[in-house]
């Protein structure tokens, strides 16, 4: 056992009896004896430092040092603590129940989000944000979606004026992440979007997603398929079965839709999956170059691959809550659950 280990003890020891003694000038003089008297803990550790192997020695010298400034220090506190404390008053009933300090809670989209966030921290990627007030350019046409181009109509848009619009996905962050910072790049890009669509227990006008961004030089639709499985598991647990449908964005090509395997046994799976055992979880493909492009970086030199999630469904599915409204009224009943 190392000398090291010992003076961790003897602070932890301290911290301990510190913690629990009883204000007043007897426990300080019983814990000044204890611990700097001439018999007392540190002395002994002191007395052991000799014994130390010559090359830890001004290691542990240094740490022990620090201890007893520490408890000079914490004792010199509490006996001046000791000597403003008022007398006790004999007729408070210690015993009765406090009174209930109300505290907040995490809102169930922000712990998915954290979650979300975790998986991929742990692969490298890092946060980033961009604006919910966005322009066309950002929105759409550096995201290869043409004027004119029917794609445009999949996502029902706030319009603010002739110049801006609220962001329908937090794709638009991808342009902004290429501009501000230069390849290679692994980002996570957490918001809020907003699409002009009549609320109801499983569609709102606001709502969450989370979006990732890879530009490598040799990134590939089997690193992007690893990767989202891993992640998959990560979520669902370790025997989570997924599956990738191709399917089409204009700023990914190939395009593809994964679906995790979530079961037909109950009524509430039928319900869930429509009848088919599969949920679908996240739009995701190869960055189209166009996008490279359009965010500054050559694709003759990087790939990239990008995916995106709606978290708010996600918490929907976790804690099976029926109606999306709960997220957005800041009711403590719901919000005081999760
Ligand atoms: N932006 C798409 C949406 O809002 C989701 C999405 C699909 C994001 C594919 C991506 C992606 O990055 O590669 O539905």
Known sequence: MSLLTDIEKVRAEFDDRLQSAPAGDDSFEELR?????????????????????Q???PLTGKQLNELKSYVTERLS?????????????????????????????IHPVTQIENEVKAIFGRLGFSVFYGPEVETDRYNFEALNFKP???ARDMQDTFYLGQEQLLRTHTSNNQIHAMEQMDPPLRILMPGRVFRNEAINARSH???????GLVVDRN???AELKGTLTYFARELYG?????RFRPSYFPFTEPSAEMDVYWGLDTERDYRITKGTGWLEILGCGMVHPNVLEAGGVDPDEFTGYAFGMGIDRMAMLKWDIGDIR???????RFLTQF
């Open 205 to 211: 006008c606001q709502f969450h997603q989370i979006e």
């Open 148 to 150: 004119d181009h029917p």
């Open 238 to 242: 370790p025997d989570t079965v997924t």
């Open 33 to 53: 004896i204890a611990f700097l008297g001439r018999k007392g803990k540190l002395a002994g550790l002191f007395s052991q430092l000799g014994s130390v192997k």
């Open 77 to 105: 506190e509490f006996q001046s603590a000791s000597a403003e404390a008022p007398e006790v008053v004999a007729d408070i009933d210690v015993t009765l129940p406090g009174d209930p300090v109300p505290h907040g809670s």
């Open 326 to 332: 709960y997220f957005y009224e800041g009711d403590l």
């Open 219 to 221: 990134t590939s639709m």
């Open 55 to 57: 090359t830890e020695r």
